[in-house]
């Protein structure tokens, strides 16, 4: 896989050059905010990274390798001397690792110390990435933590490390060997009194920019509209191990696709696309003119869908809704030779930002994400959201440290009457495997996007890679329907 740079510095109440970067790390009185500025690149491939996804087998942990789209990165360094790193942000998963094959040589710092060989993560593909649980010194901007928990992997197919800020109890070694949690990256700056309470907020902008921010302990009020609402996280069996919230109905426009519902979602920065059950991203599909290939596992839609004001709107535990417009759903997809397939009608054929989740979990990953200004509250078990200002600037920021204890997040409203998901529910997402029963691609390969330009007099986007010997994607699904996806 090709991978692309993207940078992410690191800041206490930032100050900004003109290209983003962070000139140097400071604090303002006794505000205690942690912040990240997140640098974003875009890639060709916004689906291959998705099925890479770990999740231990045990079904308790998950956590991403690989970004398609987008990839949300920060330079820190482990050892003594440092040792340069480029780590992948990830609210879907609580370890930091690092692949040891070019990343991090544990026999170079002198600062290093060994703790076990308890670190070990499967993948959903049969691949894994095995190595040691260590400490070592951790810094980034002017912040260091000595003698700071991670993982290394000797045996891995990660290029890149990862930095998990989920729970606590979603770390490898408590299910892997049912130890106790570690003081992972939130929890420490807490105990070190850099933040003063284990929350944090992101803003991740819009589809085209190429910044976001994520702040410890603070929240900034320039980057989000309205109020921000708060929802209870949802228990997964007896305790808080991912951010589960309930959604309750979803929007298309002014029309109603679904309400009343107490359906169990994952907010997950890892996950580069949504993922809804196959009801629901039928209905959405058929509302803005998508199509969903069977064949080649795709979500297509026209690019000029891109210019469109409409939107689809998620609706959680009232009054909180997040609105997201079709123009961040609406992603290049290329072939491998770097052809932009087309429709039989001419136009440009796009990926589109929503995916049906087959037996797997319900995922609002970055396509949902973007939209929304989500804080993070692990001390209180809550997530409060607001609709995304893409407007914002660093020169307005507002930041606000969020104190300790309940209702202490600013401007919050919290939900009078909170749904709850169903436990069965979420016990059986938990078991189901990443890969959200689809086989995901990486690419359109060269033959299907020969396909794509050239048609075959069908209606519908073909996908077959010799001739017209088979059907439409509109007669491989259900003979009738191109939207329909069928339950794996």
Request: net charge neutral.
């Given at each position: 896989?090709?991978?692309?740079t993207i940078s992410v510095t690191i800041l206490c109440l930032l100050q900004w050059k003109s290209n983003g970067e962070l000139t140097r790390?400071?604090?303002?009185?006794?505000?205690?905010?942690?912040?990240?500025?997140?640098?974003?690149?875009?890639?060709?491939?916004?689906?291959?990274?998705?099925?890479?996804?770990?999740?231990?087998?045990?079904?308790?942990?998950?956590?991403?390798?690989?970004?398609?789209?987008?990839?949300?990165?920060?330079?820190?360094?482990?050892?003594?001397?440092?040792?340069?790193?480029?780590?992948?942000?990830?609210?879907?998963?609580?370890?930091?690792?690092?692949?040891?094959?070019?990343?991090?040589?544990?026999?170079?710092?002198?600062?290093?110390?060994?703790?076990?060989?308890?670190?070990?993560?499967?993948?959903?593909?049969?691949?894994?990435?095995?190595?040691?649980?260590?400490?070592?010194?951790?810094?980034?901007?002017?912040?260091?933590?000595?003698?700071?928990?991670?993982?290394?992997?000797?045996?891995?197919?990660?290029?890149?490390?990862?930095?998990?800020?989920?729970?606590?109890?979603?770390?490898?070694?408590?299910?892997?060997?049912?130890?106790?949690?570690?003081?992972?990256?939130?929890?420490?700056?807490?105990?070190?009194?850099?933040?003063?309470?284990?929350?944090?907020?992101?803003?991740?902008?819009?589809?085209?920019?190429t910044t976001g921010s994520l702040l410890f302990g603070g929240v900034d009020s320039s980057q989000y509209r309205g109020n921000l609402v708060?929802?209870?996280?949802?228990?997964v069996g007896s305790s808080y191990r991912e951010f589960f919230i309930t959604m309750t109905g979803l929007d298309a426009g002014s029309k109603?696709?679904?309400?009343?519902?107490?359906?169990?979602?994952?907010?997950?920065?890892?996950?580069?696309?949504?993922?809804?059950?196959?009801?629901?991203?039928?209905?959405?599909?058929?509302?803005?003119?998508?199509?969903?290939?069977?064949?080649?596992?795709?979500?297509?839609?026209?690019?000029?869908?891109?210019?469109?004001?409409?939107?689809?709107?998620?609706?959680?535990?009232?009054?909180?809704?997040?609105?997201?417009?079709?123009?961040?759903?609406?992603?290049?997809?290329?072939?491998?030779?770097?052809?932009?397939?087309?429709?039989?009608?001419?136009?440009?054929?796009?990926?589109?930002?929503?995916?049906?989740?087959?037996?797997?979990?319900?995922?609002?990953?970055?396509?949902?994400?973007?939209?929304?200004?989500?804080?993070?509250?692990?001390?209180?078990?809550?997530?409060?959201?607001?609709?995304?200002?893409?407007?914002?600037?660093?020169?307005?920021?507002?930041?606000?440290?969020?104190?300790?204890?309940?209702?202490?997040?600013?401007?919050?409203?919290?939900?009078?009457?909170?749904?709850?998901?169903?436990?069965?529910?979420?016990?059986?997402?938990?078991?189901?495997?990443?890969?959200?029963?689809?086989?995901?691609?990486?690419?359109?390969?060269?033959?299907?996007?020969?396909?794509?330009?050239?048609?075959?007099?069908?209606?519908?986007?073909?996908?077959?890679?010799?001739?017209?010997?088979?059907?439409?994607?509109?007669?491989?699904?259900?003979?009738?329907?191109?939207?329909?996806?069928?339950?794996?």
């Amino acid at each position: 896989m090709r991978w692309h740079t993207i940078s992410v510095t690191i800041l206490c109440l930032l100050q900004w050059k003109s290209n983003g970067e962070l000139t140097r790390l400071r604090r303002e009185g006794d505000t205690r905010v942690v912040q990240l500025s997140l640098q974003r690149s875009k890639v060709q491939d916004p689906v291959a990274r998705d099925r890479q996804r770990i999740r231990r087998r045990s079904g308790t942990m998950q956590a991403e390798l690989d970004n398609l789209r987008t990839l949300y990165f920060f330079n820190a360094s482990l050892g003594n001397p440092p040792q340069e790193l480029r780590l992948h942000l990830d609210t879907g998963s609580s370890d930091l690792w690092v692949n040891t094959a070019g990343t991090y040589t544990a026999n170079l710092s002198s600062t290093y110390e060994y703790i076990n060989s308890h670190f070990n993560i499967s993948y959903v593909d049969g691949s894994s990435a095995q190595g040691d649980y260590a400490t070592d010194s951790f810094r980034f901007g002017d912040i260091g933590i000595d003698d700071f928990q991670f993982g290394i992997g000797y045996k891995s197919s990660s290029q890149q490390g990862i930095l998990g800020i989920g729970y606590p109890e979603n770390e490898v070694q408590v299910a892997r060997s049912g130890e106790r949690p570690y003081e992972n990256l939130p929890t420490r700056l807490l105990a070190d009194k850099h933040i003063g309470t284990n929350a944090y907020s992101i803003w991740l902008d819009d589809i085209n920019s190429t910044t976001g921010s994520l702040l410890f302990g603070g929240v900034d009020s320039s980057q989000y509209r309205g109020n921000l609402v708060t929802v209870p996280v949802q228990k997964v069996g007896s305790s808080y191990r991912e951010f589960f919230i309930t959604m309750t109905g979803l929007d298309a426009g002014s029309k109603s696709i679904a309400n009343d519902m107490a359906l169990a979602v994952l907010l997950d920065t890892g996950s580069s696309l949504t993922y809804l059950p196959n009801d629901l991203a039928t209905s959405v599909y058929q509302a803005v003119n998508a199509t969903w290939f069977e064949r080649s596992q795709l979500a297509i839609i026209p690019c000029d869908k891109a210019l469109s004001d409409d939107t689809i709107t998620f609706h959680f535990s009232k009054p909180a809704s997040i609105s997201v417009q079709l123009r961040e759903l609406v992603l290049p997809v290329v072939s491998a030779n770097g052809r932009s397939p087309k429709l039989n009608d001419g136009r440009k054929a796009c990926l589109f930002g929503i995916f049906p989740s087959g037996k797997g979990a319900r995922v609002l990953g970055d396509t949902f994400l973007r939209s929304a200004y989500v804080v993070y509250d692990i001390a209180n078990n809550e997530v409060s959201l607001a609709q995304s200002n893409f407007d914002a600037k660093p020169s307005g920021s507002n930041v606000v440290e969020i104190g300790a204890g309940k209702n202490q997040l600013p401007d919050a409203t919290v939900a009078p009457t909170p749904v709850a998901a169903k436990s069965a529910q979420l016990l059986s997402l938990i078991d189901a495997p990443t890969r959200h029963g689809l086989a995901l691609r990486k690419q359109i390969p060269d033959a299907q996007a020969g396909a794509l330009i050239d048609g075959c007099q069908e209606p519908t986007i073909k996908v077959q890679a010799r001739g017209c010997q088979h059907p439409s994607v509109k007669g491989a699904l259900d003979g009738k329907d191109g939207n329909h996806v069928r339950d794996k």
